[in-house]
Each structure stands twice: as C-alpha cells, then as structure tokens.
C-alpha cells in the first residue's frame, strides 16, 4: 500500500480523509492506493481506500478485499516491519494466510559461514542463512547485504560523531561561564544525548567526574567500548511459515515489495501523483489508475531485462538511458527559409546494450524535418 496527498480540502472526493503520510504530510487530505502482485511481481488486482486508513488496524478488511478471487489457494502477504505486528500476524496464520515479513527481533544469530550467496553483482552480495524456530515452527532467513552494511557503517559513523560533538560541547561548557555545571543537570543533558544519539551512544562509555563540596560536575570522559561490526550492520530477519521455499526464493520475493516502493516513489513525482489536485472521486480513482498501468510497464522492462542478465533497478535505467535526447537543429538559409531537423542522437554503449536486450531501436523516432516559408506567419511547409 502507498499513499499520496490531496492539495487543498478535497470536500468533493470520498476517500479523502487526514491519515499518516508517508511524505510526512499528515496536514493534507489522503488516499490510499493497494496492489496485489502474481509471483512475477505483475500487478493483478488494484483497490483504492481512504487515506486515513490504518494499516495495522484494518489489515483485515484490506486483505479480504483484494484477496477475492483466490479461493484455490491463499496468497501469500509480505509486509514491512511497520504493520508485521504479532497480532497482525495471528490473524494470518488464524485465516489460512500463507506470509513473509520483517522480523523486528534482534539478529544475533546470523552467522556468516553458514550463510549462502544467493546473489553477487559487482560490489554488491546477498548472503542468506536459513533457520528454523522450534518454538513457533517459523522459518527465519537472516539476510546479509553488503551494500546495506557499507549503508548503515557510515550512518553509525556519522552519529558517532555528532555524538562525540556533543559530549566535547557539554565537556568545554564546564569551564565557561554561564553554561551548565551542576551535576544533576549535566546528567539530565547527557540523557538527552543518549535519547537523541541512541544508535551511536551503545558504542560509548560516559563518565562524569563531580565535586560532591560544591555539586558541580568537573569533567566529562568517553570512550567507544563497542565496534559497529558487533551490532551486525546490513543483516536483517525475515520470517515466514512457507516452510517449502528456498534462502533464493524467501529473498526474492520479499525484495519485490522494496522494489515496487522505489519505484512509486519516483512515479508519484514522474505523473504528478505527489500532491494531487483533482477533488472528484472518479477523477482522483482515474489518476492513480495511471500509476498502476504506468508500473505495468515499469515492471515489463525490467522483467525483460532480467531474462537478459540486466538487474537494474528503474533509478538505475533512467540514470543509464540519460544523455540521449531528441534534438532539434535550426538552419536559416539566404533565402529566408528556416529549416528544423529534429532526430535522437547517438545511444552509448551502455544505453546500447538496454536498447538491444529489449528489442527496440536505438534511435527512438523518426528524423523529422520541417521548412518554414514565412516565420512571422508561423506556415510551416513540410
């Protein structure tokens, strides 16, 4: 499910209603737009809710909808740690749901030599360990990325050292005039540290020496007693009861949900999904029909390319096909006539190879050329 936001009231559309928004605009109007997708991850049934729809709270009715149709076998529900609560989970399970979620249990147990490689591209591993839950009879799948865990070491870095800012400014204000000296309040300000720099304050140790004569903390030491590494950077926990499904295929088809986020991301801005200006019900339902045709087509590329050995994300097609364009030349002759040639220009090796695994051509549109007699007049004569 995503979510968009309407600019102005919205009186007129029916589902529109204040929610939490995913663009950090819960001040506007919302609507909700939910997908079910086959196995290939191709979009099989659409449904739009009101935007103050909680997906915790209504999975329920949501899954029963979108469900209809399926009586043979029941889908499976992949879901983000967001709405993956236990109860959520016991209404699945309760109801014959087959799932696939994130676990929001800590992932201790990931241990790298007994994890497999289900995925290697340049720079970037997936590495994947199965186990399996005596208690609940769950498969768990800890998940190693390695561009996940460059991600997350440069974001604990750079808490770090905001974190260490911190504390030197607290420390240097124990000297200076007018700053915070006495000791309870020094502690008060170091929690508040910790709250705000939690993910980087579990690799310190924060001692506060104080004159117990005058109440009045006197220095301030640190220490980091913990490496990031410890903490497991780029590993998550997926759980599922698909007993029968591989490290590979548990993966694979969690990371279509990831997928189709990003790429709605850039489609709420591509087709002016983000904000929404239409107030009408049926204008607003046809507008975000488009998205879902428009991810028909998003998807139907880059499942192509997957059969050519292309694992590009839609970012990284888009960042690929730029720099060829359609061009236009103006000549103007002695005699008066202005000529405009209009054509693409050369594709590049690596806007090539997407062009040739797709089957299309390289030069996209015909060469067009135009002779304007009387510019003044705007007559154009081909």
Not at 239 to 260: K, V
């Amino acid at each position: 499910m995503t979510n968009t936001y309407f600019e102005g009231t919205a009186k007129g559309n029916a589902n529109a209603a204040l929610g939490k928004s995913k663009e950090k605009r819960s001040d506007c109007p919302l609507v909700t737009l939910a997908l079910v997708l086959d196995a290939s991850g191709f979009p099989k049934r659409s449904e739009i809710f009101a935007g103050n729809i909680s997906e915790p709270g209504t999975l329920a009715g949501i899954i029963g909808k979108l469900a209809s149709g399926h009586a043979d076998r029941a889908p499976t529900v992949v879901l983000d740690a967001d709405i993956a609560s236990e109860e959520n989970i016991t209404w699945l399970v309760h109801n014959g749901y087959r799932y696939l979620v994130v676990s929001r249990k800590r992932h201790r147990e990931f241990d790298p030599s007994h994890a497999e490689l289900i995925k290697e591209d340049g720079e970037l591993t997936i590495r994947a360990q199965r186990v399996l839950n005596a208690e609940t009879g769950e498969v768990e799948l800890y998940c190693h990325s390695s561009q996940r865990e460059k991600k997350e070491q440069g974001i604990a870095e750079l808490f770090a050292k905001r974190f260490e800012a911190a504390l030197a400014k607290l420390a240097e204000g124990l000297h200076k005039k007018g700053a915070v000296k006495r000791y309870d309040k020094v502690l008060e300000r170091l929690g508040r540290l910790r709250e705000k720099y939690a993910r980087a304050a579990q690799y310190y140790d924060v001692t506060v020496e104080h004159d117990e004569s005058t109440g009045k903390a006197t220095a301030i030491a640190w220490q980091r007693t913990k490496p990031i590494a410890e903490t497991l950077p780029g590993v998550y926990c997926l759980r599922t009861n698909e007993a029968d499904w591989d490290e590979a295929t548990l993966w694979r088809t969690y990371t279509m949900l990831t997928d189709l986020e990003a790429v709605f991301r850039s489609l709420k801005s591509e087709l002016g999904l983000r904000p929404v200006f239409h107030h009408k019900t049926d204008r607003v339902s046809a507008h975000l029909f488009i998205s879902v045709l428009a991810y028909h087509l998003v998807h139907t590329i880059r499942f192509q390319l997957k059969a050519a050995g292309i694992h590009l994300s839609w970012e990284g097609i888009r960042r690929a096909l730029a720099g060829q364009d359609r061009v236009t030349v103006t000549l103007n002759r002695a005699d008066g006539k202005t000529i405009h040639i209009r054509k693409a220009t050369r594709a590049e090796p690596r806007q090539q190879i997407i062009y040739d695994a797709l089957g299309i051509s390289d030069r996209s549109g015909r060469t067009e050329k135009t002779a304007a007699k009387h510019p003044s007049t705007n007559r154009v004569v081909p």
